[in-house]
């Protein structure tokens, strides 16, 4: 399946995310829908009227939409309005995935505040891409260790470093939201924003606290509790998870 975007930023890794998360706050802005202002379920807002995902640990079926035109997010099959789900995030064409389905609806995850936010989107396909990724990623945040599957086989499997105990990194489901790579570099540069935040941390370096892989100079990290909840990882992890599509669910566990 074939559905990556990536977003092309200045060199400087997770600080330029930050930097890049804060100087693009206009994604966060409201829109009119005839007499309503709705929300964009994006990185930079909370969506206290979204439900929660029910089932944080389920490996899903791999299903992936994407809107190429905004899509109303529903509280509810045919329930009120509470956000938009924009066709792009961070630059990358938006891929979310589908927890659970009903005829003529289809509930997703989304990349808002709070952690598991979900919502429902209409199922008509006029507008709507569907794609199936045969990816899934885990993080065991105890042991240290992230395994990315493809097909239901081990692709790899790292030590890696995950959230200090202050900040850890939130226990859930999520996906991969971005991909986010500086003009000219490797994938030891790659930056993979997540559908998740911190559960401590209302914001980092200017930007909405966003939970993402990257790499880090230090191999001496890898293995400890460090991290203020972004998940760094080894170079080649970054080299595979540069293969998996956007969309793809993240299972993070004790």
């Not at 990185?43 to 035109?69: I, M, N």
């Not at 997703?108 to 990724?133: E, Y």
């Not at 998940?231 to 080299?239: E, F, G, I, K």
């Amino acid at each position: 399946m074939s559905h990556r975007g990536s977003r092309r930023m200045p060199r400087g890794g997770i600080l330029v995310v930050a930097a890049l998360l804060a100087l693009t706050t206009g994604s966060a802005s409201s829109f009119a829908t005839g007499m309503t202002s709705l929300a964009q379920a994006t990185t930079y807002t909370r969506l206290e009227e979204a439900p929660l995902d029910t089932a944080p640990f389920s490996a899903g079926s791999g299903v992936v939409v994407h809107p190429v035109a905004s899509r109303v997010v529903h509280a509810w099959p045919g329930g009120p309005p509470v956000a938009e789900l924009p066709s792009l995030q961070l630059g990358n064409p938006t891929w979310v995935p589908v927890v659970e389905t009903t005829p003529g609806w289809i509930r997703v995850l989304l990349p808002s505040r709070p952690n598991r936010a979900t919502g429902w989107i209409s199922g008509d396909r006029g507008d709507l891409q569907i794609a199936r990724t045969p990816y899934l990623i885990t993080v065991e945040t105890s042991a240290r260790r992230l395994t990315v599957f493809e097909s239901g086989r081990t692709a790899g499997q790292w030590t890696v470093a995950v959230g200090a105990p202050k900040t850890p990194t939130p226990l859930g489901r999520t996906f991969l939201l971005a991909s986010l790579l500086p003009s000219g570099k490797d994938a030891g540069d790659l930056v993979m924003p997540t559908g998740a935040h911190s559960a401590t941390l209302d914001s980092y370096g200017g930007g909405p606290g966003t939970v993402a892989f990257h790499g880090w100079p230090d191999t001496s990290v890898f293995g400890k509790a460090v991290s203020h909840g972004c998940v760094r990882v080894p170079d080649d992890a970054l080299h595979t998870l540069s293969r998996v599509p956007l969309g793809t669910l993240v299972i993070i566990t004790r």
